[in-house]
């Protein structure tokens, strides 16, 4: 069954570092978004990307984060100086235009 | 705007039990798309089950099924004979139909125990 996978596992980074978190997401999907999900809460929308430009993107969403389809199969986060509110588990998601959005296992960046 | 509430903050069942996960929501849309996920220890979302709006029969997927109040805006989760496998936290979402949006929503989760 084809899934959405996502590298790496486990993120740890500096505060003010680059970090680019790199999804698969599944082969016939057009739309693709990255959620968070800051420990003991929530899910949260962050964006969502279709035809190659943003489509939506949440408050959260801000400069300091951006969203790349480099080639016909990756689609990556960059959050381009964090912080350690940051620290949270990052899910990329897929979806047809209708129906439900198929989520990655996750990345989790720690910021220290 | 959109919210989801779940009021449930942990639920516990015993195995081969029936336990009813609740979920509330607003919307002033009439097409929308209702979902449940699961996110055991290992953190990864799993969808379990969806719901269009605009049908009338509840869904089901095996053991998991769904009842689908439209009028009221609830929609709670059902499911049967409880396996331990089924422990983890229980995400209900909300998605519009079409439009110029199809983020999804999330309530803040039920955890469920399965007791053996």
């Known amino acids: 069954e084809p899934e959405v996978t996502q590298t790496p596992s486990h993120q740890v980074t500096q505060m003010g570092q680059e970090v680019i978190l790199r999804c698969v997401p599944i082969?016939?999907?057009?739309?693709f978004y990255w959620y968070r999900q800051i420990l003991g809460q929530k899910v949260e929308f962050l964006v969502s990307?279709?035809?190659?430009?943003?489509?939506?993107k949440s408050e959260i969403f801000d400069d300091q984060f951006s969203v790349e389809r480099p080639d016909g199969s990756n689609f990556t986060l960059k959050i381009r100086s964090t912080k350690l509110e940051d620290s949270a588990m990052y899910f990329c998601?897929?979806?047809?235009?209708?129906?439900?959005?198929?989520f990655g296992p996750g990345t989790r960046l720690t910021v220290l | 705007a959109q919210t989801v509430t779940q009021s449930q903050p942990e639920m516990s069942v015993q195995e081969a039990e029936t336990v009813t996960l609740s979920c509330t929501y607003d919307?002033?849309?009439?097409?929308?798309?209702l979902f449940w996920y699961k996110q055991p220890p290992s953190r990864q979302m799993i969808l379990v089950i969806r719901?269009?709006?605009?049908?009338?029969q509840n869904a089901t997927e095996n053991r998991f099924s769904v009842n689908f109040q439209k009028a009221a805006k609830s929609f709670s989760l059902k499911i049967s004979d409880s396996q331990l496998g089924d422990a983890a936290m229980y995400f209900c979402?909300?998605?519009?139909?079409?439009?110029?949006?199809?983020?999804?929503?999330f309530g803040t989760g039920t955890l469920l125990a399965v007791q053996p």
């Open positions: 998601a897929s979806s047809e235009l209708l129906g439900g959005q198929f």
């Open positions: 082969s016939n999907h057009l739309y």
């Open positions: 990307f279709y035809n190659n430009e943003i489509s939506e």
């Open positions: 919307t002033s849309e009439s097409d929308y798309y």
């Open positions: 719901q269009e709006a605009y049908k009338q």
């Open positions: 979402a909300y998605r519009l139909y079409g439009g110029a949006t199809n983020k999804l929503i």
